[in-house]
């Protein structure tokens, strides 16, 4: 089993930054990819940034430019920096992590418990 903790999130005004972090805990595992996801209320969720465990990234068009993805695989943490906030950007993010778990083997997808993001005009 494995969890996965989200921090970061907060209130800023527009053109402030957030850095947002989830690390992933628990029994023997590796990850593969990981990614951050945003969901507004009575809307889908929707992919902001994804990273492959090679560093290879895939960016929303709605954020290119202004935010970036990395991990650390040695903390089994993966990050959002969120430059140029704006208030559209406003929603609550989500980590997702695809992990190989060893005992039992399996593969399996895992979700953070989410965390808000406020942006004020």
């Known amino acids: 089993q494995v969890q996965l903790v989200e921090s970061g999130g907060g209130l800023v005004q527009a053109g402030g930054f957030l850095r947002l972090s989830c690390a992933a805990s628990?029994?023997?595992?590796?990850?593969?990819?990981m990614g951050w996801y945003r969901q507004a209320p009575g809307k889908q969720r929707e992919l902001v940034a994804g990273?492959?465990?090679?560093?290879?990234?895939n960016i929303a068009d709605s954020v290119k430019g202004r935010f970036t993805i990395s991990r650390d695989n040695a903390k089994n943490t993966v990050y959002l920096q969120m430059n140029t906030l704006k208030p559209e950007d406003t929603d609550v993010y989500y980590c997702?992590?695809?992990?190989?778990?060893?005992?039992?083997?399996?593969?399996?997808?895992?979700w953070g418990q989410g965390t808000q993001v406020t942006v004020s005009s």
């Open positions: 997702n992590a695809d992990v190989n778990e060893l005992y039992p083997s399996r593969r399996s997808i895992y």
């Open positions: 628990g029994s023997t595992f590796s990850v593969n990819s």
């Open positions: 990273i492959s465990s090679r560093g290879s990234t």
